[in-house]
């Protein structure tokens, strides 16, 4: 693997390793710039004259977010009261807080806006006979999203290949064909059928791209907070994908329905699903799930920091070894 430009074109089916832009890396650089003038601005302009208030707008401008990250855990751990997962108690959803404060600055101030092009997917094939994985983001995320996924990848000399999904707020629908592209170059890399992991929102579009394409083979789908069954904040979103993952939504059950109609038996035998009872995107937890798939639940875990959980990328990348020597099995039965 070597390390190419981001708009360097792979030599396998001459498709793009990176997409050349990312309209979500310079919203977010162009946030962080924002953040930073203001607040240098706000502490100028207040410190001779109130140093209190200087420093609290600065807290509120800089570490606000950790205040959102508390209310989304208290109306989380409120509606997990009645969920078939087990409670989280306190002194796990204050560790679950701490971790998405933590690890939120890395994703959204850093990886994302800065370094989402730093590691390009593999472009040379390999015979190793382990399959490549195919990374797919959630919603308001790109591809930086994955970094440490693909630090350890390099490592092991595994393959992969990421996505962005773009439009930001666009349908969902729109991102089966970039996904579609996606899993091609991935085969193409090993002559095997790729593995899927998905975070949070990436796990419906790959369900749609699987309904789409149901003769398309995949070794696994795993999914890591993803709204199979929708999540109780998407009521409060006005954008499209944000208002397809309202929970028990039209769009939803029409996916649903899509899949049965496609495969009636054991429709979701080659997913892995991570879910979480102190996810405070993804809530109630067991929305996280599906009806016959291996659902792993990861106790005390927010919503970003699952991605990143060492049970999770261990195990995830275990069932690489797994893989059938030919591609002769399909993604459902």
Same mark, same amino acid.
Do not use: K
């Given at each position: 693997?070597?390390?190419?430009?981001?708009?360097?074109?792979?030599?396998?089916?001459?498709? %793009?390793?990176?997409?050349? !832009?990312?309209?979500?890396?310079?919203?977010? +650089?162009?946030?962080? /710039? $924002?953040?930073? #003038? &203001?607040?240098?601005?706000?502490?100028?302009?207040?410190?001779?004259?109130?140093?209190?208030?200087?420093?609290?707008?600065?807290?509120?401008?800089?570490?606000?977010?950790?205040?959102?990250?508390?209310?989304?855990?208290?109306?989380?751990?409120?509606?997990?009261?009645?969920?078939?997962? %087990?409670?989280?108690?306190? !002194?796990?959803?204050?560790?679950?807080?701490? +971790?998405?404060?933590? /690890? $939120?600055?890395? #994703? &959204?101030?850093?990886?994302?806006?800065?370094?989402?092009?730093?590691?390009?997917?593999?472009?040379?094939?390999?015979?190793?006979?382990?399959?490549?994985?195919?990374?797919?983001?959630?919603?308001?995320?790109?591809?930086?999203?994955?970094?440490?996924?693909?630090?350890?990848?390099?490592?092991?000399?595994?393959?992969?290949?990421?996505?962005?999904?773009?439009?930001?707020?666009?349908?969902?629908?729109?991102?089966?064909?970039?996904?579609?592209?996606?899993?091609?170059?991935?085969?193409?890399?090993?002559?095997?059928?790729?593995?899927?992991?998905?975070?949070?929102?990436?796990?419906?579009?790959?369900?749609?791209?699987?309904?789409?394409?149901?003769?398309?083979?995949?070794?696994?789908?795993?999914?890591?907070?993803?709204?199979?069954?929708?999540?109780?904040?998407?009521?409060?979103?006005?954008?499209?994908?944000?208002?397809?993952?309202?929970?028990?939504?039209?769009?939803?059950?029409?996916?649903?329905?899509?899949?049965?109609?496609?495969?009636?038996?054991?429709?979701?035998?080659?997913?892995?699903?991570?879910?979480?009872?102190?996810?405070?995107?993804?809530?109630?937890?067991?929305?996280?799930?599906?009806?016959?798939?291996?659902?792993?639940?990861?106790?005390?875990?927010?919503?970003?920091?699952?991605?990143?959980?060492?049970?999770?990328?261990?195990?995830?990348?275990?069932?690489?070894?797994?893989?059938?020597?030919?591609?002769?099995?399909?993604?459902?039965?």
């Amino acid at each position: 693997m070597q390390d190419t430009p981001p708009n360097a074109t792979s030599s396998v089916g001459a498709q %793009p390793a990176v997409r050349a !832009r990312s309209a979500l890396a310079r919203l977010q +650089q162009g946030l962080m /710039v $924002a953040t930073l #003038v &203001f607040s240098a601005l706000w502490l100028v302009y207040w410190w001779p004259r109130a140093p209190w208030l200087a420093l609290l707008g600065v807290f509120l401008s800089v570490g606000g977010y950790a205040l959102v990250l508390a209310l989304e855990g208290l109306a989380a751990a409120w509606l997990n009261r009645l969920d078939e997962a %087990p409670r989280a108690g306190w !002194r796990e959803l204050i560790g679950a807080w701490w +971790q998405e404060v933590c /690890v $939120a600055p890395q #994703v &959204f101030a850093w990886r994302q806006p800065f370094r989402w092009a730093s590691l390009p997917d593999t472009e040379e094939p390999s015979a190793t006979g382990t399959p490549a994985v195919v990374f797919i983001h959630g919603f308001v995320c790109n591809r930086g999203l994955w970094l440490p996924w693909m630090r350890r990848l390099r490592e092991q000399g595994v393959p992969y290949v990421s996505v962005n999904l773009e439009p930001v707020f666009g349908s969902i629908d729109d991102y089966a064909q970039l996904i579609s592209d996606g899993v091609r170059r991935a085969h193409a890399l090993t002559g095997s059928p790729p593995m899927l992991v998905c975070h949070s929102m990436g796990g419906l579009a790959a369900r749609v791209w699987l309904a789409s394409e149901p003769e398309t083979l995949v070794h696994r789908v795993v999914t890591i907070g993803s709204p199979h069954r929708g999540t109780w904040l998407g009521r409060f979103s006005r954008v499209a994908n944000g208002r397809q993952m309202r929970l028990g939504g039209d769009w939803l059950q029409a996916l649903q329905a899509r899949e049965a109609q496609i495969s009636p038996s054991d429709t979701y035998a080659r997913f892995v699903c991570w879910y979480s009872n102190a996810d405070n995107i993804v809530f109630p937890a067991s929305t996280a799930t599906l009806p016959g798939a291996d659902n792993r639940l990861l106790p005390g875990a927010a919503h970003v920091a699952m991605a990143f959980h060492p049970r999770v990328m261990s195990e995830s990348l275990e069932l690489l070894s797994s893989a059938p020597s030919s591609p002769s099995e399909r993604t459902a039965s």
